[in-house]
Nanobody, 122 residues
Framework: QVHLVESGGGLVQAGGSLRLSCAAS????????IGWFRQAPGKERDFVAA????????EYGDSVKGRFSISRDNAKNTVYLQMNTLKPEDTAVYYC???????????????RGQGTQVTVSS
């Protein structure tokens, strides 16, 4: 069992930055790949970014490449999502997920947090 808690969401103006955190407890954090997905009202849950167990492999969704950066600190059982140059279309609930392997496919992850709201005003 893995328990995930997201934090760091909020309201920011377009062009601004936010850093989301995903704190994990339960099974060994360092054995889990961690991903971020987001869901805007009325839309599907989309892939944002993912990081492998060691942090050596990263993957990003096309809409966030060059603006978002994912990293992890296994000593703190935490994964971060640094979001820069935010746009109104980034507005969504952001979810942290954990699984056995890095993937851009949401159903390949076994655990998901409750989410944190990110709102970008124009």
């Amino acid at each position: 069992q893995v328990h995930l808690v997201e934090s760091g969401g909020g309201l920011v103006q377009a062009g601004g930055s936010l850093r989301l955190s995903c704190a994990a407890s339960g099974r060994t954090f360092s054995t889990s790949a961690i991903g971020w997905f987001r869901q805007a009202p009325g839309k599907e849950r989309d892939f944002v970014a993912a990081i492998s167990r060691s942090g050596g492999a990263l993957e990003y969704g096309d809409s966030v490449k060059g603006r978002f950066s994912i990293s992890r600190d296994n000593a703190k059982n935490t994964v971060y999502l640094q979001m820069n140059t935010l746009k109104p279309e980034d507005t969504a609930v952001y979810y942290c997920v954990a699984g056995d392997a890095l993937s851009a496919i949401k159903w390949r992850y076994d655990y998901r947090g409750q989410g944190t709201q990110v709102t970008v005003s124009s």
